[in-house]
Nanobody
């Protein structure tokens, strides 16, 4: 049974930094592709960035240059380093995963089917709140 647990959220001032962690258990880390999403108040969930099955990373344009995703395969942890935080970054941040054999294509990370029930990403954490003010 796959479990994803996010941590590291909190309240931070504009321009500040936070590092989120997603600890994975119940499977062999490198057998999954993993990524980050966020959902702001009154907004749809949106893709932030991910590692694909080849280990290549992608990051969304709104956060490019400010956010970085990384991973520690030995510890089964996915990270999201966030700098120069803005009020619009306020959101619940979620970690998601799918087994390598079923990794979504890049474009499938971007739409609603990435996160709707029965969609492309089958494993989700409970989320960690980030508030920027």
């Amino acid at each position: 049974h796959v479990q994803l647990v996010e941590s590291g959220g909190g309240s931070v001032q504009v321009g500040g930094s936070l590092r989120l962690s997603c600890e994975a258990s119940g499977y062999k880390y490198n057998d999954y592709c993993m990524g980050w999403f966020r959902q702001g108040p009154g907004k749809e969930r949106e893709w932030v960035g991910h590692f694909d099955s080849d280990g290549a990373s992608s990051i969304a344009d709104p956060v490019k240059g400010r956010f970085t995703i990384s991973k520690d395969s030995a510890k089964n942890i996915l990270y999201l380093q966030m700098h120069s935080l803005k009020p619009e970054d306020t959101a619940m941040y979620y970690c998601a995963a799918r087994s390598v054999g079923w990794c979504p294509l890049f474009e499938h990370w971007l739409g609603k089917r990435a996160y709707t029930p029965g969609g492309y990403l089958t494993n989700w954490g409970q989320g960690t709140q980030v508030t920027v003010s």
